[in-house]
């Protein structure tokens, strides 16, 4: 391809520069997610139409508005009462047994009473949590982490399946609404189908024991603010999920959805039956590796983080 002429330049930066065919351009390479975004936004203006799942996802996120506000050490009765006015409205549409029975649930409906014994002049005690895991144990599980690119030809039970998923809520989500939605596929043809989707699947060998396609239920943001939360939430359990595999023996290779098309949208949908409500953040495939890997060298702590002191008031940026 020839390079631009200095005549194609002359007409073409000043067409770049304005600000209606920006706005066209921008439109166009991100209508995959201004889509996402207004889908939601459509949803959230037929509220009481949505089904449990939905208010699940919101009376977590103002359950968890009343629980900071019981944690502050200037509480005084009234605060927090629009918080707690849509909790007890988001937990009367929840009816099932399944979500009743439901851990974060019941945590939720804790805290309402919480809310409501405080406003009554009935004190509560919380405790800080402490771990038994030593910080040299942790950042060995860190440090020694690979992705794996060939697997040993035994299959992966479902009970170190659950335990690997198990731990995709335990990371800090926004307002607490943990949103991840993971579909797994342990069938052979399956799993070649779904990497074929994904760009940089590439090297891998003729096995593939698993694939997790981790998702976001876009229903409990609210769109366009808030249109960075999704991946960051979910990106949060991801990296439980890869690390507690690790400790299991299992290597999980993460795979960019990032420059998916909306043909491959709809495929990965078809083959793993997410529903539309459902972003895909990310996908990963998984097994016992059948391989060694190098460690990648990171680059230094010098060049990562700025600590501003007392005796230091001014950052010390390396340069760039």
Do not use: N
């Given at each position: 391809m020839k390079p631009p002429t200095g005549r194609f330049r002359k007409w073409v930066r000043p067409l770049l520069a304005h600000p209606v065919i920006r706005f066209l351009?921008?439109?166009?390479?991100?209508?995959?997610?201004?889509?996402?975004?207004?889908?939601?936004?459509?949803l959230r203006r037929k509220l009481e139409q949505q089904g449990e799942s939905f208010w699940a996802n919101d009376l977590r996120k103002h359950a968890h508005i009343l629980d900071k506000g019981l944690q502050r050490c200037d509480w005084e009765p009234g605060h927090s009462a629009a918080a707690y006015d849509a909790a007890r409205h988001a937990m009367s549409k929840i009816h099932s047994?399944?979500?009743?029975?439901?851990?974060?649930?019941?945590?939720?409906?804790?805290?309402?009473?919480?809310?409501?014994?405080?406003r009554a002049c009935h004190p509560t005690r919380t405790t800080f949590a402490r771990t038994s895991c030593s910080y040299?144990?942790?950042?060995?599980?860190?440090?020694?982490?690979?992705?794996i690119r060939r697997f040993k030809k035994h299959p992966v039970d479902d009970s170190t399946i659950r335990k690997i998923v198990d731990v995709i809520n335990w990371s800090p989500t926004s307002c607490h609404r943990q949103t991840a939605k993971v579909y797994i596929s342990n069938d052979p043809d399956r799993v070649?189908?779904?990497?074929?989707?994904?760009?940089?699947?590439?090297?891998?060998?003729?096995?593939?024991?698993l694939f997790f396609c981790f998702c976001s239920d876009m229903r409990a943001y609210q769109m366009p603010v808030e249109l960075s939360l999704p991946f960051i939430d979910v990106s949060l359990g991801i990296q439980n999920c890869t690390l507690v595999a690790h400790t299991l023996g299992i290597s999980l290779t993460l795979m960019s959805w990032a420059q998916s098309t909306e043909k491959e949208d709809r495929r990965m949908r078809k083959l793993l039956r997410i529903p539309a409500d459902d972003a895909i953040i990310v996908n990963a495939v998984g097994g016992y590796p059948a391989c060694e890997a190098d460690i990648p060298a990171r680059k230094s702590l010098t060049s990562t983080m700025t600590l501003i002191s007392e005796k230091n008031h001014l950052p010390n940026p390396v340069n760039r």
């Open positions: 351009l921008v439109h166009y390479y991100y209508r995959d997610v201004i889509r996402s975004s207004e889908r939601v936004f459509q047994e399944d979500l009743l029975g439901d851990a974060s649930i019941q945590w939720a409906g804790k805290k309402i009473q919480e809310y409501e014994g405080r040299e144990d942790l950042v060995d599980v860190m440090k020694t982490r690979r992705s070649r189908k779904c990497m074929d989707l994904c760009a940089g699947s590439s090297g891998f060998g003729d096995y593939i024991p």
